[in-house]
């Protein structure tokens, strides 16, 4: 197994994690007030768009060859670290 192959397994795995977290803090945030859920509402668009985009370059990395794969390893995991800050934001925001 290549090293482009054994990162896409990886990153989606990560997506998967992720996916489930967003769920589970949009669950979380309709129980605020009704302020504070526009709030978390707001963030979570944001973070669905993040996640968005990280699909999005898992997918093209995923059909690139390994090579090709490595090259774009770095501006994915800058993708992957904007994710887990905004997540880690608004996580910490509903006070999980």
């Known amino acids: 197994m ?3 192959t054994e990162y896409v397994a990886k990153m989606k795995e990560q997506l998967k994690k992720w996916d489930e977290e967003l769920d589970a803090l949009s669950a ?3 129980k605020a007030s009704q302020e504070a859920r526009e709030a978390y509402r707001e963030q979570l668009k944001g973070l ?3 996640r968005d985009a990280a699909q999005k370059s898992f997918v093209q990395m995923r059909a690139a060859g390994e090579k090709a794969g490595a090259q774009m390893k ?3 995991d800058s ?3 904007a994710m887990k800050k ?3 934001k608004v996580s910490a925001s509903l006070g999980a």
């Open 86 to 88: 905004g997540l880690d």
């Open 48 to 50: 669905r768009a993040s």
């Open 2 to 4: 290549g090293t482009n």
């Open 74 to 76: 770095h501006g994915m």
């Open 79 to 81: 993708a992957w670290a």
């Open 28 to 30: 979380r945030g309709e």
